[in-house]
């Protein structure tokens, strides 16, 4: 059965860093673009960052642009999300995302195919 696994929330305090990693089980991740959503107490989730199929586009909501940055390595087929500068505002459930995405159609959640049941993130001193 095809689905996605994330790992490496947790918790950590205001200013401290995270990096939270992607992996698929019954498909191959290479194939398709990657993308993180997150989705905090009492909000719909948003997505947060996209990464293309090649690796050479990148993509992250206003919010985030300087203190996130993903990645991904197609020998291990892995994708990452390094968070830092982290704030308590960025406590959520951080979910990654498969689908055929790219510029301009990123941040729709119809868009992707495969899911991952989410890794809490809470930021709090």
């Known amino acids: 059965q095809e689905h996605l696994v994330e790992s490496g929330g947790g918790l950590v305090q205001p200013g401290g860093s995270l990096r939270l990693s992607c992996i698929a089980s019954?498909?191959?991740?290479?194939?398709?673009?990657i993308g993180w959503f997150r989705q905090a107490p009492g909000k719909e989730r948003e997505a947060v960052s996209c990464?293309?199929?090649?690796?050479?586009?990148?993509y992250y909501r206003d919010t985030v642009k300087g203190r996130f940055t993903i990645s991904r390595d197609r020998a291990q087929k892995t994708v990452w999300l390094q968070l830092s500068s982290l704030q308590p505002e960025d406590t959520a459930v951080y979910y990654c995302?498969?689908?055929?995405?790219?510029?301009?159609?990123?941040?729709?959640?119809?868009?992707?195919?495969?899911w991952g049941q989410g890794t809490q993130v809470t930021v709090s001193a």
């Open positions: 995302a498969a689908g055929p995405v790219g510029y301009g159609d990123w941040e729709v959640q119809r868009n992707y195919d495969y």
């Open positions: 990464i293309s199929t090649t690796g050479i586009d990148t």
């Open positions: 019954g498909f191959d991740l290479n194939s398709l673009g």
